[in-house]
Every structure is written in structure tokens, then in C-alpha cells.
T-cell receptor, first 113, second 116 residues
């Protein structure tokens, strides 16, 4: 099983609608990062969350890390075509010997007109 | 523009060829990484370099050979690859390899590799 599970795997929303993407771990997350990727390109950093209960916003995107630090959500308000892409959560997960920056499988977002 | 540059952006190579991927950063970062991204799989960490020294090798086949001549440059040398090695190869850098850390990793645009 994946160390980081993202849901949904893909999402199609109409422009102007709100949406939420979730990232869940079975282990405590010491650092949670949200990235956006356009198909076939590199990752663009969106936000970093470290403290349980922390919430950050940038433009129309809000990310939260739950109190237990095992789940994060990314919420987009009034989606636009420019929001389309693949959203990836990454986290520092302790493997027993070291912490590694591990990523989920991503959520592919399409925004229709 | 993240400050991490990868070349080439696209590469098609035969199974008997030898090629190299290049990654460059002038952010003053001390750690550099190679990741592999295949369809419908999460990003896989391949190698981690800290101050030009390899600190992690995640059971990557020997047909992938990394090289870090200085803290600004990272190469991935490829030889006798298989079609299943076709993927997007991403380079990243961060101030330190120590995790957890208080800053994100910066990614390059990636090299789309196709092995025929």
C-alpha cells in the first residue's frame, strides 16, 4: 500500500465550483507539502504545513493539516481553468532509519467551461 | 522558474545507447535528488546527494549511474535501459538533505525519457 493516499485520483469540475483533495497517511506527518504539476512538467510548490491544525491560503487555494497530523486537505474555491493540473502531496515520513520526502500518486484536476 | 534546470527536456534512446541527463541549480542548495515519475505511480526517489556525496540509493538498477561533480550539478548516466525505464525524470534540490526540514524541495521541469 502507498504511504500517502490521495483522493480522488481524478476530478472534473465546472468552472466556478469548489473542490477538495485529500491526502492521508497512516503515519505522523512531520512536514506536508502541496505541489502542482502540469502534464509532463516539473512540480511547482504551493504550500507547506508543519503544525497540527495549521491552515494556509494562497489566492483561492487553502490547505489544512489536521490536529493528528495524519491528513491534509487542499480546497480550491471558485475553480478556474488555470487550476487544472495534477496536485501532489508530499510528506516527510519517518521510515525507521531516516525521514524521506515521499509523494502521493496525485490528483488530476480538469476544469471545464 | 524554480531555479532548477534540467536538460534535455525530451530524450528518445535505444536500449543499447548511452546518454546522460543533466541538472543544474544555482540556489546555493547542498542537496540534490533524482526522482522517477511513471504513469499512475507516485514519484519514486532514486538518489540523494549531499555536498556532492551520495547519501541515499533506493535500490536503483546499476544501469542508472548518478554523478555529482559539485554542489550545483547533478547528472544521471543511462546505459542499456529497458522500455519500462521510460518515464519523466525529475531533479530537485533543497538547502539540506536533513529531513524533516523547514523548506520545500525545488524541482526542475523534468526530462521525458522514452526507451525504444
Amino acid at each position: 500500500s502507498q504511504e500517502l493516499e490521495q483522493s480522488p485520483q481524478s476530478l472534473i469540475v465546472q468552472e466556478g465550483k469548489n473542490l477538495t483533495i485529500n491526502c492521508t497517511s497512516s503515519k505522523t506527518l512531520y512536514g506536508l507539502y502541496w505541489y502542482k504539476q502540469k502534464y509532463g512538467e516539473g512540480l511547482i510548490f504551493l504550500m507547506m504545513l508543519q503544525k497540527g491544525g495549521e491552515e494556509k491560503s494562497h489566492e483561492k487555494i487553502t490547505a489544512k493539516l489536521d490536529e493528528k497530523k495524519q491528513q491534509s486537505s487542499l480546497h480550491i474555491t471558485a475553480s478556474q481553468p488555470s487550476h487544472a493540473g495534477i496536485y501532489l502531496c508530499g510528506a516527510d515520513i519517518y521510515t525507521g532509519t531516516a525521514s524521506k520526502l515521499t509523494f502521493g500518486t496525485g490528483t488530476r484536476l480538469q476544469v471545464t467551461l | 522558474e524554480t531555479g532548477v534546470t534540467q536538460t534535455p527536456r525530451h530524450l528518445v534512446m535505444g536500449m543499447t545507447n548511452k546518454k546522460s541527463l543533466k541538472c543544474e541549480q544555482h540556489l546555493g542548495h547542498n542537496a540534490m535528488y533524482w526522482y522517477k515519475q511513471s504513469a499512475k505511480k507516485p514519484l519514486e526517489l532514486m538518489f540523494v546527494y549531499s555536498l556532492e556525496e551520495r547519501v541515499e540509493n533506493n535500490s536503483v538498477p546499476s544501469r542508472f549511474s548518478p554523478e555529482c561533480p559539485n554542489s550545483s550539478h547533478l547528472f544521471l548516466h543511462l546505459h542499456t535501459l529497458q522500455p519500462e525505464d521510460s518515464a519523466l525524470y525529475l531533479c530537485a534540490s533543497s538547502p539540506t538533505p536533513d529531513r524533516p526540514m523547514n523548506t520545500e524541495a525545488f524541482f526542475g521541469q523534468g526530462t521525458r525519457l522514452t526507451v525504444v
